[in-house]
């Protein structure tokens, strides 16, 4: 489990792994301090390419006025 910033938005990760696959959740709360959840599972023998997608994902995210 880990915790970064982004944009203002602070975020939270889980990540687990199972068989050949690793699972991300991000965590944020929006301006309404409702929890979102954003899930990305991802083939180990895919994780160094999918990873810059799912970072440039999550560094999209802006909250709503």
Do not use: H, V
């Amino acid at each position: 489990m880990g915790s970064f910033s982004k944009s203002g938005i602070k975020f939270t990760q889980l990540k687990s792994e199972k068989e050949t696959f690793i699972n991300y959740k991000i965590f944020f709360a929006n301006k309404e301090n409702k929890i979102i959840q954003f899930d990305c599972t991802i083939r180990k023998d895919n994780l160094e390419t999918e990873l810059d997608f799912l970072k440039a994902s999550i560094g999209s995210i802006q909250l709503l006025q």
